[in-house]
C-alpha cells in the first residue's frame, strides 16, 4: 500500500500543542494496527537545534543515529513507543542547504532558482523519503510554525502542492487553533479560529479537520458555527481540551472518534479498535500516586521547564512504575553557594544534576554533587552532571583542587575532564560532538549492571568531553569506579561511588530512551531508591 499523509498546521498562536495533537494521533492509529511515523518540519535557518540556546526551543533532542533534533520529537517516541532518526526532523536550513548545494553542483541546468519550485520540490522530497520507504501505512507531517508566518510559506505551498497531486484520499489537512475564552463575558470566541482557517485557503489549502485548543469544553452551537464557518463537517470539529497530564490527551481525542474521522476520510479501515489498555493502566497509576518524593533538579537552564522535557517525562514514567509522585524542584545551579546549600536541598531525597554546557553555574552544580556524596543523598548526574561528579571527587577526595573539565580550562593541570584527539581537531559546533548510539558495557557486580540487568546496552550520547582515562586507578582506588565502558573506545560511559546508597553518572543521556510502557530503568531504579532513603533511617539502612 502507498503511504497516505497527514499534516498538521496551526493557527492563531504558537505553543498550542500541534507536537501533542499529532503524537496523539499517531499512537491512536498505531494502537489500531496502523504503521506510523511522524515528520517535523522546522522553518528556521539553522541546520539543527544543536547549537540553539534551549531558552530557544526548549530540549534538543537526539535520534538513535545521532541527529539533533526537535523536542516533539520526544514527544512522537515517547507516544507511540517507536524511535525516530534524522529522516523526522527536517529545518529550512536543511531544505535551503540542500539546494544551494545542488545549485552550485550545476544540477537545476541553467535553470533561476527559486522558492516554487527548488524549494518546494526539496520539502516535498524530504516528506516522502518515510512514505517511500514502504514501511510506513501513514505519515504524519507536522508543520512548526503559525500559518501566516513568512518563514513557513514554502511549507504550506508544498502541503497545497502534495496535497492536490496526492488526491482526495491519500492527503488529510489538520488545522490546530485556538478558541479563546472570554472570562468577563463567559464566551469562548471562534473568530481567532475563523481567520486562521481562512488564511489557510488563502494558501490554497481547505482543512479537513480542525482540532481547537480550549480551556473549556465546546458545545454543540459552537461546532457547528465553526463547521459553518470553516466547510467541515461538524464531526471535524475536535476540542482539544488544557490537560495537566499530556498523555491523556489521545484518549480525550479518541473519545470524540478524532481517529476515526481522520480513517473514515483516508478511506483506511476502522475495524480494528485501538488498544489503549497499556495506556489506560498508565494514567490510572499516575493519577493515583502512592507516595511523594521531592526530586532537585539541578540546572542552569530551569527557568523553562522544556529544556529538560526527557527529563522530567522519564520521571514521571519512573514515578508513576513506582506509584510514586515525583515532585521536582527546579534549582538553578548558579544559586547554589556553601552557605545556602542546606536550604536549597532540606526534604530532598534525590539530586539529579542535568546535562549542559560552558562554565556558567558549575561551580554550584560541583557543591550540589559533594552534598549528595557526602549525605548520601541518591544522586543521578547525567552527562555534564557525571562530568561534574567527577571534578567534585577529583578536588575533594583525590584531594586535586585545581581539577577542572577542558571545557570550562583547557590549561587546568588536572584536566579530569578532557577533550579526545579526534575532537581537538573539530572547528565547526554544529553535529560534531559525539552523537546518538554508543554501546556500553557493565562492569558485573555493578549496581548499574543489576539495574540493567544486562551485560550490554546502547545508549544516546551528545558531549564533547570525555572523562580522562589517565585518572582512571586514582578514582577506582578511592572508591569511584567506571562501571559503564565503551568496548571498542574505552571510554568511561558510568561511574559510581562505592559505600554510597546510590551515586551513579553516567555519560550519556537515559532521558531519551524512557517511554511510558518501558520507563528507563535507571530512572525507576533513581526513584524506587529516593523513596527509600526518604522512609529509612539510612545510615543504618542495608541498602548503603
Ligand atoms: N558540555 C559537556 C560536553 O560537551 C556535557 C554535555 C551535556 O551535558 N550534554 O561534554
Known amino acids: 500500500m502507498e503511504s497516505k499523509y497527514i499534516f498538521v498546521t496551526g493557527g492563531v498562536t504558537s505553543s498550542l500543542g500541534k507536537g501533542i495533537v499529532s503524537a496523539s494521533l499517531g499512537m ?59 529522516e523526522n526532523n527536517v529545518t529550512s536550513g536543511i531544505i535551503y542547504k540542500t539546494v544551494i548545494d545542488n545549485e552550485r553542483k550545476g544540477n537545476y541546468l541553467g535553470k533561476t532558482v527559486q522558492v516554487i519550485p527548488h524549494i518546494t520540490n526539496e520539502i516535498k522530497r524530504r516528506i516522502k523519503i518515510l512514505g517511500e520507504s514502504k514501511i510506513y ?144 493502566i498508565f494514567i490510572k497509576k499516575y493519577k493515583n500516586p502512592k507516595y511523594e518524593v521531592k526530586i532537585a533538579l539541578v540546572g542552569k537552564y530551569v527557568s523553562l521547564h522544556d529544556s529538560y522535557k526527557s527529563i522530567t517525562e522519564a520521571l514521571i514514567h519512573a514515578g508513576t512504575e513506582n506509584k510514586i509522585y515525583v515532585n521536582i524542584k527546579w534549582i538553578y545551579s548558579e544559586m547554589i553557594k556553601k552557605e545556602n546549600i542546606k536550604k536549597y536541598f532540606k526534604g530532598i531525597s534525590g539530586i539529579l544534576i542535568a546535562p549542559g554546557f560552558g562554565y556558567r553555574g558549575i561551580e554550584g552544580k560541583i557543591l550540589a554533587a559533594k552534598y549528595a556524596r557526602e549525605n548520601k543523598i541518591p544522586f543521578l548526574g547525567i552527562c555534564l552532571g557525571m562530568q561534574i561528579a567527577v571534578i567534585e571527587f577529583a578536588r575533594n577526595v583525590l584531594g586535586l583542587k585545581k581539577a577542572e573539565s577542558f571545557e570550562t580550562n583547557p590549561h587546568t593541570s588536572h584536566p579530569v575532564i578532557c577533550l579526545m584527539e579526534r575532537q581537538k581537531k573539530i572547528i565547526n559546533k554544529g553535529g560534531t560532538m559525539r552523537l546518538g548510539n554508543w554501546k556500553c558495557s557493565f562492569i558485573e557486580g555493578s549496581k548499574i549492571f543489576s539495574i540493567y540487568r544486562k551485560k550490554e546496552v546502547f545508549e544516546r550520547h551528545r558531549h564533547r568531553y570525555e572523562f580522562n582515562n589517565n585518572y582512571l586507578e586514582c578514582f577506582s582506588k578511592a572508591g569511584m569506579k567506571a562501571v559503564g565502558i565503551n568496548p571498542d573506545t574505552g571510554l568511561v560511559e558510568a561511574l559510581e561511588l562505592d559505600n554510597h546508597i546510590f551515586f551513579l553518572g553516567v555519560q550519556y543521556h537515559p532521558e531519551y530512551k524512557s517511554r511510558i510502557t518501558n520507563p528507563h530503568p535507571l530512572f525507576t531504579y533513581f526513584i524506587k531508591i529516593s523513596k527509600i532513603y526518604k522512609s529509612f533511617d539510612i545510615q543504618n539502612s542495608s541498602y548503603i
Open 28 to 86: 491512536l492509529l498505531k494502537s489500531r494496527g496502523y504503521k506510523v511515523s511522524i515528520l517535523k518540519l522546522d522553518p528556521y535557518f539553522n541546520i539543527d537545534p544543536g547549537t540553539l540556546n534551549p531558552y530557544e526551543h526548549g530540549e534538543c533532542f537526539v535520534t538513535k543515529d545521532g541527529a539533533e533534533t526537535d523536542l516533539d520529537l520526544g514527544h512522537y517516541e515517547r507516544f507511540l513507543n517507536q524511535s525516530t532518526t534524522r
Open 137 to 280: 501505512d501513514i505519515i504524519i507531517t507536522e508543520i512548526g510554525g503559525t500559518v501566516g508566518d513568512i518563514e513557513s510559506l514554502p511549507y504550506i505551498e508544498s502541503v497545497r502542492q502534495m496535497k492536490w497531486e496526492l488526491g482526495k484520499f491519500n492527503g488529510l489537512v489538520i488545522h490546530l487553533t485556538l478558541l479563546p475564552y472570554i472570562t468577563v463575558t463567559g464566551e469562548i470566541k471562534t473568530k481567532p479560529t475563523q481567520h486562521s482557517v481562512r488564511n489557510l485557503m488563502e494558501n490554497g489549502i481547505q482543512a479537513d479537520i480542525i482540532v481547537c485548543r480550549t480551556e473549556k469544553h465546546i458545545s454543540k452551537n459552537i461546532r457547528q458555527k465553526l463547521a459553518l464557518f470553516c466547510n467541515v463537517k461538524p464531526i471535524h470539529v475536535i476540542e482539544s481540551i488544557d490537560s495537566k497530564i499530556i498523555y491523556e490527551i489521545p484518549y480525550l481525542l479518541h473519545l470524540q472518534n478524532f481517529d476515526k474521522v481522520v480513517l473514515n476520510h483516508l478511506k483506511l479501515s476502522t475495524i480494528i479498535s485501538p488498544n489503549l489498555k497499556k495506556w489506560k
